[in-house]
Protein backbone atom coordinates (compact mmCIF):
# COMPACT_ATOMS: atom_id res chain seq x y z
CA UNK A 1 0.00 0.00 0.00
CA UNK A 2 1.29 3.64 -0.75
CA UNK A 3 1.93 5.61 2.41
CA UNK A 4 1.80 9.65 2.21
CA UNK A 5 5.08 10.52 3.68
CA UNK A 6 4.58 12.80 6.65
CA UNK A 7 6.27 15.78 8.02
CA UNK A 8 9.29 15.46 10.18
CA UNK A 9 7.89 15.44 14.06
CA UNK A 10 10.06 15.88 16.79
CA UNK A 11 9.98 14.00 19.97
CA UNK A 12 8.68 16.61 22.12
CA UNK A 13 5.14 16.76 20.96
CA UNK A 14 5.22 13.06 22.45
CA UNK A 15 6.86 14.19 25.33
CA UNK A 16 4.11 13.69 27.88
CA UNK A 17 3.28 10.19 26.54
CA UNK A 18 6.60 9.28 26.85
CA UNK A 19 6.91 10.59 30.76
CA UNK A 20 3.87 8.95 31.51
CA UNK A 21 4.84 5.95 30.46
CA UNK A 22 2.56 5.14 27.60
CA UNK A 23 5.44 4.47 24.94
CA UNK A 24 3.74 1.05 23.89
CA UNK A 25 0.75 3.04 22.73
CA UNK A 26 2.49 5.65 21.06
CA UNK A 27 4.36 2.52 18.93
CA UNK A 28 0.81 1.06 17.77
CA UNK A 29 0.46 4.55 16.05
CA UNK A 30 4.06 5.55 15.15
CA UNK A 31 5.94 1.85 15.02
CA UNK A 32 8.99 2.23 13.20
CA UNK A 33 9.05 6.16 12.75
CA UNK A 34 11.06 6.91 16.30
CA UNK A 35 14.86 7.01 16.06
CA UNK A 36 15.91 8.49 19.24
CA UNK A 37 13.77 11.32 19.95
CA UNK A 38 12.91 12.19 16.80
CA UNK A 39 10.30 11.24 14.16
CA UNK A 40 11.41 11.32 10.31
CA UNK A 41 9.28 10.32 7.18
CA UNK A 42 8.98 6.93 6.39
CA UNK A 43 10.81 7.32 3.36
CA UNK A 44 13.56 9.09 4.78
CA UNK A 45 14.83 5.54 6.21
CA UNK A 46 13.16 3.00 3.83
CA UNK A 47 15.66 0.54 1.82
CA UNK A 48 14.76 -1.48 -1.14
CA UNK A 49 17.18 -3.91 0.04
CA UNK A 50 16.70 -6.58 2.80
CA UNK A 51 19.16 -5.78 5.83
CA UNK A 52 20.42 -7.45 8.94
CA UNK A 53 18.16 -7.03 11.99
CA UNK A 54 20.65 -5.04 13.55
CA UNK A 55 24.06 -4.00 12.34
CA UNK A 56 26.65 -2.37 14.29
CA UNK A 57 29.51 -0.81 13.37
CA UNK A 58 32.59 1.88 14.49
CA UNK A 59 33.72 5.40 12.84
CA UNK A 60 36.07 8.58 13.71
CA UNK A 61 35.06 11.06 15.48
CA UNK A 62 35.19 13.09 12.35
CA UNK A 63 32.09 11.17 11.19
CA UNK A 64 28.57 12.87 10.77
CA UNK A 65 26.48 9.81 10.26
CA UNK A 66 22.85 10.72 9.16
CA UNK A 67 20.03 8.69 9.79
CA UNK A 68 19.68 7.23 6.21
CA UNK A 69 23.54 6.90 5.42
CA UNK A 70 24.54 3.42 4.23
CA UNK A 71 25.81 1.21 7.36
CA UNK A 72 29.59 0.85 7.71
CA UNK A 73 32.14 -2.26 7.85
CA UNK A 74 34.77 -1.49 10.41
CA UNK A 75 33.40 -3.28 13.63
CA UNK A 76 36.14 -2.68 16.48
CA UNK A 77 37.84 0.52 17.99
CA UNK A 78 41.42 0.87 17.81
CA UNK A 79 42.55 3.78 19.65
CA UNK A 80 45.37 5.34 21.24
CA UNK A 81 45.90 8.33 23.50
CA UNK A 82 48.16 9.79 26.24
CA UNK A 83 48.26 9.42 29.74
CA UNK A 84 45.52 11.92 30.68
CA UNK A 85 43.87 12.08 27.89
CA UNK A 86 40.19 11.42 26.15
CA UNK A 87 40.18 8.67 23.00
CA UNK A 88 36.66 9.18 21.32
CA UNK A 89 35.44 7.50 18.55
CA UNK A 90 31.61 6.53 17.57
CA UNK A 91 29.37 2.97 17.70
CA UNK A 92 26.58 3.47 15.30
CA UNK A 93 23.50 1.26 15.52
CA UNK A 94 21.68 0.19 12.38
CA UNK A 95 18.38 -1.19 12.54
CA UNK A 96 16.66 -3.35 9.95
CA UNK A 97 13.35 -3.84 8.31
CA UNK A 98 11.75 -4.39 11.46
CA UNK A 99 13.09 -1.11 13.55
CA UNK A 100 15.18 -1.79 16.52
CA UNK A 101 13.52 -1.14 20.41
CA UNK A 102 14.69 -0.26 23.93
CA UNK A 103 18.07 -0.65 22.51
CA UNK A 104 21.46 0.31 25.14
CA UNK A 105 24.76 -0.06 25.45
CA UNK A 106 27.13 -1.24 28.57
CA UNK A 107 30.90 -0.71 28.61
CA UNK A 108 33.82 -3.38 30.22
CA UNK A 109 36.59 -2.35 31.49
CA UNK A 110 39.86 -1.72 29.81
CA UNK A 111 42.38 -4.43 30.60
CA UNK A 112 45.85 -4.52 30.27
CA UNK A 113 48.39 -7.38 29.70
CA UNK A 114 50.21 -5.94 32.64
CA UNK A 115 49.37 -3.31 34.93
CA UNK A 116 46.11 -2.12 36.32
CA UNK A 117 42.61 -1.83 33.98
CA UNK A 118 41.21 1.17 33.20
CA UNK A 119 37.83 0.94 35.39
CA UNK A 120 34.52 1.35 33.27
CA UNK A 121 33.15 4.65 34.51
CA UNK A 122 36.58 6.05 32.60
CA UNK A 123 33.92 5.07 29.37
CA UNK A 124 31.82 7.58 28.77
CA UNK A 125 28.31 7.11 26.88
CA UNK A 126 26.15 9.37 25.06
CA UNK A 127 23.29 9.05 22.61
CA UNK A 128 23.94 11.62 19.65
CA UNK A 129 20.61 13.91 19.52
CA UNK A 130 19.86 15.22 15.65
CA UNK A 131 18.79 18.69 14.96
CA UNK A 132 17.58 19.81 11.49
CA UNK A 133 19.06 22.29 9.44
CA UNK A 134 16.68 24.26 7.19
CA UNK A 135 18.95 27.04 5.85
CA UNK A 136 22.41 27.06 5.66
CA UNK A 137 24.69 29.07 7.36
CA UNK A 138 26.22 31.74 5.71
CA UNK A 139 29.14 30.66 3.17
CA UNK A 140 28.05 26.71 4.06
CA UNK A 141 28.64 24.26 1.11
CA UNK A 142 27.04 21.94 3.53
CA UNK A 143 23.65 20.15 3.05
CA UNK A 144 20.55 21.07 4.71
CA UNK A 145 19.20 18.02 6.87
CA UNK A 146 19.90 15.94 10.15
CA UNK A 147 23.00 16.62 12.07
CA UNK A 148 24.21 15.09 15.04
CA UNK A 149 25.44 16.94 17.45
CA UNK A 150 23.98 17.28 21.11
CA UNK A 151 25.71 14.32 23.38
CA UNK A 152 23.04 13.25 26.15
CA UNK A 153 24.81 11.42 28.73
CA UNK A 154 23.45 7.48 29.42
CA UNK A 155 24.39 8.43 33.46
CA UNK A 156 23.97 12.01 34.70
CA UNK A 157 27.57 12.90 35.70
CA UNK A 158 26.13 14.20 39.02
CA UNK A 159 24.27 11.19 40.24
CA UNK A 160 26.23 8.36 38.50
CA UNK A 161 22.77 7.04 37.36
CA UNK A 162 20.25 7.41 34.36
CA UNK A 163 18.80 10.85 34.05
CA UNK A 164 14.97 11.26 35.38
CA UNK A 165 12.42 12.83 33.67
CA UNK A 166 14.26 13.51 30.47
CA UNK A 167 12.56 15.09 27.28
CA UNK A 168 15.22 13.57 25.58
CA UNK A 169 16.51 10.35 26.88
CA UNK A 170 20.01 8.80 26.01
CA UNK A 171 18.40 5.18 26.59
CA UNK A 172 17.04 2.82 26.25
CA UNK A 173 16.12 4.31 22.49
CA UNK A 174 14.14 2.99 19.53
CA UNK A 175 15.73 2.55 16.03
CA UNK A 176 13.23 3.40 12.80
CA UNK A 177 13.79 0.78 10.21
CA UNK A 178 16.69 1.07 7.83
CA UNK A 179 17.83 3.87 10.19
CA UNK A 180 21.41 4.73 12.17
CA UNK A 181 21.37 6.20 15.56
CA UNK A 182 24.97 7.30 16.91
CA UNK A 183 26.36 6.68 19.98
CA UNK A 184 29.63 9.09 21.20
CA UNK A 185 32.18 7.45 23.73
CA UNK A 186 34.88 9.01 25.31
CA UNK A 187 37.64 7.08 26.44
CA UNK A 188 40.03 8.56 29.45
CA UNK A 189 43.13 7.38 29.94
CA UNK A 190 44.21 7.74 33.63
CA UNK A 191 47.01 9.90 34.57
CA UNK A 192 48.92 6.91 36.27
CA UNK A 193 47.95 4.28 33.55
CA UNK A 194 51.05 1.69 32.62
CA UNK A 195 51.63 2.86 28.94
CA UNK A 196 50.80 -0.61 26.44
CA UNK A 197 48.00 -1.69 25.15
CA UNK A 198 44.61 -2.54 26.64
CA UNK A 199 41.35 -4.24 25.30
CA UNK A 200 37.61 -4.18 26.31
CA UNK A 201 34.62 -4.03 24.60
CA UNK A 202 31.05 -2.08 24.99
CA UNK A 203 27.93 -4.61 24.69
CA UNK A 204 24.85 -3.28 22.60
CA UNK A 205 21.55 -4.42 23.38
CA UNK A 206 18.31 -4.49 21.82
CA UNK A 207 14.48 -5.91 22.28
CA UNK A 208 14.45 -9.73 21.19
CA UNK A 209 18.14 -9.29 19.50
CA UNK A 210 21.22 -11.06 20.28
CA UNK A 211 23.71 -8.91 21.98
CA UNK A 212 26.35 -6.93 19.95
CA UNK A 213 29.90 -6.80 21.49
CA UNK A 214 32.13 -3.78 20.31
CA UNK A 215 35.47 -4.78 20.77
CA UNK A 216 38.29 -1.97 21.82
CA UNK A 217 41.66 -1.96 21.60
CA UNK A 218 43.32 1.48 23.14
CA UNK A 219 47.20 1.95 23.44
CA UNK A 220 48.37 4.49 25.89
CA UNK A 221 51.56 6.48 25.12
CA UNK A 222 54.34 6.58 27.39
CA UNK A 223 53.73 10.59 28.33
CA UNK A 224 50.99 12.70 30.27
CA UNK A 225 49.23 15.53 29.20
CA UNK A 226 49.05 18.64 31.52
CA UNK A 227 46.35 19.26 33.76
CA UNK A 228 46.29 23.13 33.57
CA UNK A 229 46.01 23.52 29.48
CA UNK A 230 49.00 25.28 27.90
CA UNK A 231 46.72 27.20 25.37
CA UNK A 232 44.88 30.04 27.37
CA UNK A 233 41.31 30.54 26.49
CA UNK A 234 37.96 32.65 27.07
CA UNK A 235 34.72 31.73 26.13
CA UNK A 236 32.46 34.26 27.22
CA UNK A 237 32.60 35.95 30.78
CA UNK A 238 28.28 35.95 31.61
CA UNK A 239 27.71 32.35 31.99
CA UNK A 240 23.53 33.47 31.85
CA UNK A 241 21.53 30.65 30.61
CA UNK A 242 18.78 31.28 32.82
CA UNK A 243 16.94 33.97 30.36
CA UNK A 244 16.60 30.81 27.92
CA UNK A 245 12.97 29.31 28.00
CA UNK A 246 14.19 25.94 28.24
CA UNK A 247 16.30 26.42 31.49
CA UNK A 248 13.58 28.61 33.69
CA UNK A 249 12.74 24.85 34.67
CA UNK A 250 16.42 24.57 36.08
CA UNK A 251 15.78 27.05 39.29
CA UNK A 252 14.94 30.48 37.92
CA UNK A 253 17.28 33.30 38.61
CA UNK A 254 18.38 32.62 42.56
CA UNK A 255 21.34 32.93 44.01
CA UNK A 256 21.84 29.87 45.00
CA UNK A 257 20.58 28.73 41.46
CA UNK A 258 23.23 30.55 39.61
CA UNK A 259 26.07 29.19 41.79
CA UNK A 260 24.88 25.65 40.67
CA UNK A 261 24.57 26.35 37.23
CA UNK A 262 28.26 28.22 37.23
CA UNK A 263 29.88 25.69 38.92
CA UNK A 264 27.90 23.22 36.37
CA UNK A 265 29.50 25.15 33.46
CA UNK A 266 32.91 25.03 35.04
CA UNK A 267 32.51 21.50 35.84
CA UNK A 268 31.70 20.60 31.95
CA UNK A 269 34.16 23.08 30.24
CA UNK A 270 37.65 22.14 32.51
CA UNK A 271 37.45 18.65 30.77
CA UNK A 272 37.26 19.89 27.39
CA UNK A 273 40.52 22.27 28.39
CA UNK A 274 38.72 25.50 28.55
CA UNK A 275 38.74 28.07 31.18
CA UNK A 276 35.93 29.12 32.67
CA UNK A 277 35.12 32.76 34.11
CA UNK A 278 35.84 33.34 37.51
CA UNK A 279 32.21 33.58 39.27
CA UNK A 280 31.30 37.24 40.98
CA UNK A 281 30.10 35.40 44.05
CA UNK A 282 33.98 34.22 44.11
CA UNK A 283 35.75 37.85 43.36
CA UNK A 284 36.90 39.84 46.35
CA UNK A 285 34.61 41.54 48.17
CA UNK A 286 34.61 45.35 46.91
CA UNK A 287 34.67 47.80 49.27
CA UNK A 288 32.88 51.26 48.68
CA UNK A 289 36.16 52.82 48.15
CA UNK A 290 37.23 50.44 45.33
CA UNK A 291 39.82 48.48 48.35
CA UNK A 292 39.10 44.76 48.42
CA UNK A 293 38.72 42.48 51.63
CA UNK A 294 39.87 39.02 49.71
CA UNK A 295 39.59 36.76 52.88
CA UNK A 296 35.80 35.69 52.58
CA UNK A 297 36.27 34.49 49.84
CA UNK A 298 39.99 33.64 49.03
CA UNK A 299 40.25 29.97 50.07
CA UNK A 300 37.29 28.73 48.03
CA UNK A 301 38.71 30.82 45.21
CA UNK A 302 41.96 28.68 45.42
CA UNK A 303 40.22 25.54 45.01
CA UNK A 304 38.22 27.13 42.05
CA UNK A 305 41.43 27.83 40.20
CA UNK A 306 43.04 24.55 40.98
CA UNK A 307 40.30 22.60 40.40
CA UNK A 308 39.21 23.67 37.22
CA UNK A 309 42.95 24.15 35.65
CA UNK A 310 41.82 27.92 35.09
CA UNK A 311 44.24 29.92 33.19
CA UNK A 312 43.16 33.52 32.90
CA UNK A 313 41.50 35.88 34.87
CA UNK A 314 39.70 38.84 34.25
CA UNK A 315 39.97 41.79 36.12
CA UNK A 316 37.03 44.61 35.35
CA UNK A 317 36.66 47.98 35.54
CA UNK A 318 33.73 48.71 38.72
CA UNK A 319 30.69 50.00 37.62
CA UNK A 320 27.98 51.63 39.30
CA UNK A 321 27.27 48.38 41.25
CA UNK A 322 31.31 47.51 41.70
CA UNK A 323 30.63 44.83 39.17
CA UNK A 324 31.14 45.14 35.46
CA UNK A 325 32.73 47.07 33.00
CA UNK A 326 30.48 49.50 31.88
CA UNK A 327 31.61 51.78 34.34
CA UNK A 328 33.57 55.56 33.79
CA UNK A 329 36.76 54.88 34.69
CA UNK A 330 38.41 57.61 33.84
CA UNK A 331 35.41 59.80 34.96
CA UNK A 332 33.45 59.83 38.23
CA UNK A 333 34.91 56.33 38.98
CA UNK A 334 38.39 57.16 38.58
CA UNK A 335 39.65 57.32 42.26
CA UNK A 336 37.76 53.94 43.27
CA UNK A 337 38.85 51.90 40.15
CA UNK A 338 42.44 53.59 40.99
CA UNK A 339 42.28 51.94 44.57
CA UNK A 340 40.41 48.68 43.13
CA UNK A 341 42.73 47.78 40.18
CA UNK A 342 46.06 48.37 42.58
CA UNK A 343 44.65 46.39 45.51
CA UNK A 344 43.53 43.57 43.09
CA UNK A 345 46.51 43.50 41.44
CA UNK A 346 48.57 43.74 44.37
CA UNK A 347 46.43 39.95 45.61
CA UNK A 348 46.92 38.42 42.68
CA UNK A 349 50.33 38.46 42.95
CA UNK A 350 50.62 37.99 46.33
CA UNK A 351 48.56 34.53 44.94
CA UNK A 352 51.08 34.58 41.99
CA UNK A 353 48.14 34.57 39.86
CA UNK A 354 48.87 37.67 38.20
CA UNK A 355 50.50 36.00 35.48
CA UNK A 356 47.12 35.04 33.95
CA UNK A 357 45.40 38.16 34.75
CA UNK A 358 44.39 40.76 32.67
CA UNK A 359 42.18 43.88 31.94
CA UNK A 360 39.70 43.13 28.77
CA UNK A 361 39.68 46.68 27.73
CA UNK A 362 37.59 46.80 24.96
CA UNK A 363 35.61 44.22 22.14
CA UNK A 364 36.20 45.32 18.62
CA UNK A 365 36.80 48.88 18.71
CA UNK A 366 36.51 50.22 15.42
CA UNK A 367 35.94 54.00 15.64
CA UNK A 368 38.53 56.81 16.33
CA UNK A 369 36.28 57.23 19.89
CA UNK A 370 36.44 53.59 20.42
CA UNK A 371 40.52 53.85 20.15
CA UNK A 372 41.21 56.58 21.56
CA UNK A 373 39.32 55.05 24.73
CA UNK A 374 41.19 51.94 24.54
CA UNK A 375 44.15 53.59 24.31
CA UNK A 376 43.35 56.14 27.50
CA UNK A 377 42.09 53.15 29.43
CA UNK A 378 45.22 51.69 29.34
CA UNK A 379 47.27 54.46 29.51
CA UNK A 380 44.96 54.54 33.14
CA UNK A 381 46.01 50.66 34.34
CA UNK A 382 49.29 51.11 33.17
CA UNK A 383 49.62 53.75 35.73
CA UNK A 384 47.76 52.41 39.16
CA UNK A 385 48.88 48.74 38.44
CA UNK A 386 52.37 48.24 36.50
CA UNK A 387 52.32 44.77 34.95
CA UNK A 388 48.60 43.91 34.78
CA UNK A 389 47.90 43.02 31.55
CA UNK A 390 45.47 44.75 28.86
CA UNK A 391 43.75 42.16 26.29
CA UNK A 392 41.88 43.56 23.49
CA UNK A 393 39.85 42.07 20.48
CA UNK A 394 42.18 43.40 17.73
CA UNK A 395 44.95 42.22 15.87
CA UNK A 396 48.14 44.36 15.52
CA UNK A 397 48.93 45.44 11.65
CA UNK A 398 51.83 46.47 10.20
CA UNK A 399 49.91 49.65 8.71
CA UNK A 400 48.51 51.65 11.44
CA UNK A 401 43.90 51.41 11.06
CA UNK A 402 42.13 54.84 10.80
CA UNK A 403 41.57 54.83 14.85
CA UNK A 404 45.86 55.02 14.78
CA UNK A 405 47.90 52.64 16.93
CA UNK A 406 47.12 50.48 19.58
CA UNK A 407 51.07 49.82 20.00
CA UNK A 408 52.31 50.10 23.74
CA UNK A 409 48.58 50.33 25.05
CA UNK A 410 47.69 46.52 24.34
CA UNK A 411 49.94 43.14 25.81
CA UNK A 412 47.51 41.08 24.93
CA UNK A 413 46.44 40.74 21.24
CA UNK A 414 43.42 39.09 19.94
CA UNK A 415 42.95 38.73 16.36
CA UNK A 416 40.10 37.63 14.01
CA UNK A 417 40.64 34.56 12.19
CA UNK A 418 40.31 36.49 8.25
CA UNK A 419 42.37 39.28 9.37
CA UNK A 420 45.73 37.88 10.89
CA UNK A 421 48.61 39.58 9.81
CA UNK A 422 51.77 37.20 10.29
CA UNK A 423 54.32 39.60 9.83
CA UNK A 424 52.67 42.06 12.46
CA UNK A 425 52.26 39.11 14.76
CA UNK A 426 55.91 37.75 14.60
CA UNK A 427 56.69 41.52 15.95
CA UNK A 428 54.54 41.79 18.76
CA UNK A 429 55.71 38.32 19.54
CA UNK A 430 59.15 39.45 19.26
CA UNK A 431 58.62 42.03 21.74
CA UNK A 432 57.27 39.59 24.49
CA UNK A 433 53.77 40.56 23.88
CA UNK A 434 51.03 37.54 23.46
CA UNK A 435 49.00 36.67 20.21
CA UNK A 436 45.24 34.89 21.19
CA UNK A 437 43.02 34.58 17.93
CA UNK A 438 39.25 34.43 18.04
CA UNK A 439 36.10 33.41 15.30
CA UNK A 440 32.65 34.93 15.03
CA UNK A 441 30.32 34.56 12.41
CA UNK A 442 31.71 33.83 9.04
CA UNK A 443 33.37 37.05 8.52
CA UNK A 444 36.46 37.40 5.54
CA UNK A 445 37.00 37.37 1.84
CA UNK A 446 38.55 34.31 2.41
CA UNK A 447 37.50 31.05 3.74
CA UNK A 448 38.56 30.27 7.51
CA UNK A 449 37.67 27.03 10.05
CA UNK A 450 34.05 28.87 10.70
CA UNK A 451 32.04 27.22 13.47
CA UNK A 452 28.79 26.71 12.52
CA UNK A 453 27.06 23.39 12.70
CA UNK A 454 26.60 22.86 9.14
CA UNK A 455 30.64 23.47 8.36
CA UNK A 456 32.90 20.11 8.95
CA UNK A 457 33.98 19.02 12.15
CA UNK A 458 37.45 19.69 11.10
CA UNK A 459 37.35 23.52 11.36
CA UNK A 460 36.57 22.99 15.46
CA UNK A 461 40.28 21.66 15.34
CA UNK A 462 42.16 22.52 13.02
CA UNK A 463 42.67 26.04 14.68
CA UNK A 464 44.74 24.59 17.30
CA UNK A 465 47.48 23.52 14.68
CA UNK A 466 47.06 26.62 12.90
CA UNK A 467 47.41 28.73 16.25
CA UNK A 468 50.21 26.51 16.93
CA UNK A 469 51.98 27.02 13.86
CA UNK A 470 52.33 31.12 14.44
CA UNK A 471 52.87 30.72 17.85
CA UNK A 472 49.23 31.92 19.12
CA UNK A 473 49.04 31.30 22.87
CA UNK A 474 45.25 31.88 23.37
CA UNK A 475 41.76 31.34 22.41
CA UNK A 476 38.38 33.45 22.68
CA UNK A 477 35.23 32.76 21.76
CA UNK A 478 32.55 35.11 22.26
CA UNK A 479 29.52 32.66 24.20
CA UNK A 480 29.43 29.30 24.39
CA UNK A 481 25.42 29.43 25.57
CA UNK A 482 23.89 31.51 23.39
CA UNK A 483 20.55 30.26 23.72
CA UNK A 484 18.34 33.13 24.11
CA UNK A 485 17.27 33.62 20.24
CA UNK A 486 16.40 30.57 19.43
CA UNK A 487 12.97 29.40 20.09
CA UNK A 488 14.10 26.28 21.06
CA UNK A 489 18.04 24.97 21.09
CA UNK A 490 17.32 21.60 20.73
CA UNK A 491 14.96 21.75 17.93
CA UNK A 492 16.18 25.05 15.69
CA UNK A 493 19.74 25.50 15.38
CA UNK A 494 19.44 28.87 14.06
CA UNK A 495 21.02 31.22 16.98
CA UNK A 496 21.75 34.64 15.46
CA UNK A 497 20.41 37.06 13.04
CA UNK A 498 17.68 34.19 11.60
CA UNK A 499 20.89 33.11 9.50
CA UNK A 500 23.52 30.96 11.41
CA UNK A 501 23.62 27.86 13.04
CA UNK A 502 24.99 27.31 16.42
CA UNK A 503 26.81 30.69 16.25
CA UNK A 504 27.89 30.90 19.63
CA UNK A 505 26.41 27.85 21.00
CA UNK A 506 28.63 24.63 21.90
CA UNK A 507 26.57 23.73 24.70
CA UNK A 508 22.79 22.55 25.65
CA UNK A 509 20.47 23.13 28.40
CA UNK A 510 21.06 20.23 30.52
CA UNK A 511 17.25 20.10 32.03
CA UNK A 512 15.84 18.88 28.37
CA UNK A 513 17.89 15.52 29.44
CA UNK A 514 17.27 15.56 33.16
CA UNK A 515 20.36 17.03 34.02
CA UNK A 516 20.98 19.71 36.08
CA UNK A 517 23.56 21.48 33.95
CA UNK A 518 25.05 21.40 30.75
CA UNK A 519 24.94 19.39 27.80
CA UNK A 520 28.11 19.14 25.19
CA UNK A 521 27.71 18.84 21.50
CA UNK A 522 29.88 16.89 19.07
CA UNK A 523 31.97 20.63 18.14
CA UNK A 524 32.75 21.11 21.79
CA UNK A 525 34.31 17.36 21.72
CA UNK A 526 36.61 18.63 18.37
CA UNK A 527 38.04 21.91 20.54
CA UNK A 528 38.69 19.46 22.97
CA UNK A 529 40.64 17.20 20.86
CA UNK A 530 42.49 20.63 18.87
CA UNK A 531 43.78 21.64 22.64
CA UNK A 532 45.24 17.82 23.53
CA UNK A 533 46.99 18.17 19.60
CA UNK A 534 48.22 21.58 21.11
CA UNK A 535 49.56 19.66 23.42
CA UNK A 536 51.05 17.11 21.71
CA UNK A 537 52.93 19.70 19.51
CA UNK A 538 54.11 21.19 23.02
CA UNK A 539 55.84 18.04 24.14
CA UNK A 540 57.11 17.46 21.22
CA UNK A 541 58.49 20.90 20.60
CA UNK A 542 60.07 20.61 23.80
CA UNK A 543 61.64 17.28 23.63
CA UNK A 544 62.97 17.49 19.87
CA UNK A 545 62.49 21.27 18.99
CA UNK A 546 60.24 23.29 17.61
CA UNK A 547 61.78 23.14 13.91
CA UNK A 548 61.30 19.38 14.18
CA UNK A 549 57.36 20.20 15.00
CA UNK A 550 56.56 22.84 12.43
CA UNK A 551 57.61 20.21 9.85
CA UNK A 552 54.46 18.15 11.15
CA UNK A 553 52.17 21.36 11.28
CA UNK A 554 52.90 22.63 8.05
CA UNK A 555 51.63 19.18 6.26
CA UNK A 556 48.22 20.20 8.08
CA UNK A 557 48.09 23.42 8.64
CA UNK A 558 49.74 26.06 6.85
CA UNK A 559 47.64 29.51 7.09
CA UNK A 560 43.90 30.57 8.31
CA UNK A 561 43.00 29.97 4.85
CA UNK A 562 45.07 26.90 4.16
CA UNK A 563 44.60 23.70 5.61
CA UNK A 564 44.35 19.77 4.24
CA UNK A 565 40.64 19.21 4.24
CA UNK A 566 41.17 15.44 4.72
CA UNK A 567 41.08 14.28 8.19
CA UNK A 568 42.44 11.58 7.88
CA UNK A 569 45.64 13.31 7.59
CA UNK A 570 45.34 14.97 10.61
CA UNK A 571 45.00 11.71 12.68
CA UNK A 572 47.94 10.36 10.85
CA UNK A 573 49.91 13.42 12.17
CA UNK A 574 48.96 13.15 15.44
CA UNK A 575 49.81 9.40 15.42
CA UNK A 576 53.52 10.41 14.16
CA UNK A 577 54.02 13.24 16.56
CA UNK A 578 53.06 10.58 19.67
CA UNK A 579 55.59 7.80 18.51
CA UNK A 580 58.68 10.89 17.43
CA UNK A 581 58.02 11.37 21.19
CA UNK A 582 57.99 7.75 22.99
CA UNK A 583 60.81 6.97 20.57
CA UNK A 584 63.17 9.32 22.36
Known amino acids: MQRTPITILI ?68 LSAARNEYAPFQIIVRAGTDGLKRVNAAADRLVPKRGHAIPADRITLYREHYIQVRKLSPKSNGARGWYPDALIPFLDPSTGKPPL ?22 VLAPQDATPG ?19 IELTI ?25 QTKAAGGKEEAGQRALKTAYAEVMAPHRISSPIPRFLMPKVNEDGSIDPQPTDAALKQWIERFH ?21 GADRDRNARYLRSIYAYLRARHWDKMAYVYIADEPSSQEAYDDVRARSKFVREVAPGLKVLCTRGPQLRNPPGGSLVGF ?21 AGEEIWSYTALCQGHQDTPFWELDFPLLNYRIPMWISWRFGITGLLYWSATNWVSSRD ?19 YPG ?20 LEDYEYLNILSKQQGRAVAQRLVRKIARSWHDWDTDARHLLEAREEIARSIVAK
Not at 35 to 43: E, F, Q, R, S, Y
Not at 165 to 184: G, T
Request: net charge negative; with cysteine.
Open 410 to 430: VDIWVTLWPIFEEAAVKKRQS
Open 489 to 507: IWTNPVTYEDQYNMEGSLL
Open 310 to 330: ITGFPVPFLGKEGQGWQGNPL
Open 511 to 530: VDAGIQGFITSIRLKEIREG
Open 221 to 245: WDFTLPETPSMRTYFGEDVDPLSSP
Open 11 to 78: AEHLQKNEISGKRQGIRSHFAGLLVAGILLPLAVCRSPAKEPSISVYVTDEFARVRPQDSPGHKTAAV
Open 197 to 215: KYTGSITISAEGMPPQRVP
Open 165 to 186: RARFAAAPFDVAPNCNQPLWVD
